[in-house]
């Protein structure tokens, strides 16, 4: 297969166009001045000046969606230790969270010392969810090119999960661990709307809603929470502004007792579904979903080219591909 020259995006991927040289049109796209060391100053200050002015009139300062992978352990870690932040972090269980990634999540908020709360949402809701989303493409085409079917759905639910708790508990700050090549550092620091969220919320919602019902509504924002504009938290993302060095994270987190799964495929540091939608997405589309993501870290000189076409074309666990349809209930015989 035809891949980018200089990133990792493949032939297969949604628009792609190579030049004579083979180079891709997101890396001639791609202007190097967003990633300088000025540009993640002026996106860090704008945090921290937010972050003086913060009321701290809550409980929390800030809400941290915690998956329980590297990343948002690193920067959970950045959070209470840098910043002094009263922290609440949330975990929504889609049913497939590795125990590893378990254990760490106990391990980590207790070194860590923040408060920690586990959400999970009805599993069979949540099953009729997945098992939809690997047999058909239930959102806009540009979702694809970022992430999984699967993934999207789910990290759709969590975002919205964490929103409302945000605005029930009137946290200010509602915190991500992004890798920079999930989120540029233009978003790295951004006020909810409340439009802009409902018409966002709607796109998600309204396919999940075909699919499971009224049960999948709870898990979205209600009336009552857009009622109250005033407590729309800001969406803070530090690993797009703050510097991003994978050998760095592991050393500081292997410190906080976080120890690597070894039952979650080499994108994922925390969850088991992961294996399953990136077969589905391959299948179906061609590329991994982790493309994008990989392709931007390469362009930004976070990660090495080989070490990113190394990941993207490593194998899924098959043994754990079949384990996650046997609990969806689903069997794709096309799919083995
Ligand atoms: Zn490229």
């Not at 990290?155 to 999930?182: D, H, R, T, Y």
């Not at 994922?268 to 589309?285: I, Y």
């Not at 994008?292 to 870290?297: C, P, S, V």
């Amino acid at each position: 297969m035809r891949v980018c020259t200089k990133c990792v995006l493949p032939e297969t991927f949604p628009g792609i166009e190579f030049d004579e040289n083979g180079v891709c049109n997101h890396c001639r796209a791609h202007k190097q001045a967003e990633y300088t060391a000025s540009r993640k100053t002026q996106y860090r200050e704008k945090f921290e000046r937010l972050w003086a002015e913060r009321q701290a009139s809550g409980a929390y300062d800030c809400l941290m969606s915690y998956s329980g992978g590297k990343d948002s352990t690193y920067t959970l870690d950045l959070l209470a230790r840098e910043y002094g932040a009263r922290v609440l972090a949330v975990t929504v269980d889609n049913g497939f969270v590795s125990p590893t990634a378990i254990e760490n999540i106990r391990r980590v908020a207790e070194a860590v010392g923040v408060a920690h709360l586990f959400v999970k949402p009805r599993f069979d809701v949540l099953k009729k969810v997945f098992a939809a989303c690997a047999e058909r493409q239930i959102f806009p085409p540009k979702t694809l090119e970022r992430a999984s079917t699967i993934c999207t759905a789910c990290m759709a639910m969590v975002k919205f999960i964490c929103l409302q708790i945000a605005v029930e508990k009137n946290i200010p700050f509602v915190v991500f661990g992004w890798s920079p090549g999930q989120a540029p550092v233009t978003s790295s620091v951004f006020k909810n709307n409340p439009e802009m969220i409902r018409k966002m919320q709607e796109t998600v919602r309204k396919p999940l809603e075909e699919i499971a019902g009224g049960e999948i509504l709870p898990y979205f924002l209600q009336e009552e929470h857009f009622a109250r504009p005033e407590r729309f938290p800001y969406n803070i993302n530090p690993l797009a502004f703050l510097e991003y060095d994978e050998a760095r994270i592991h050393a500081r987190i292997e410190q906080l007792g976080w120890k690597k799964p070894e039952d979650t495929d080499p994108n994922s540091t925390n969850c088991l579904l992961n294996s399953f939608a990136n077969t589905v997405h391959r299948k179906q589309f061609g590329y991994n979903p982790y493309a994008f993501e990989l392709a931007e870290l390469v362009r930004q000189g976070t990660l090495d080219r080989h070490d990113a076409l190394a990941r993207l074309s490593e194998p899924e666990d098959g043994e754990m591909v079949h384990l996650v349809k046997k609990r969806l209930g689903i069997e794709q015989p096309q799919l083995r």
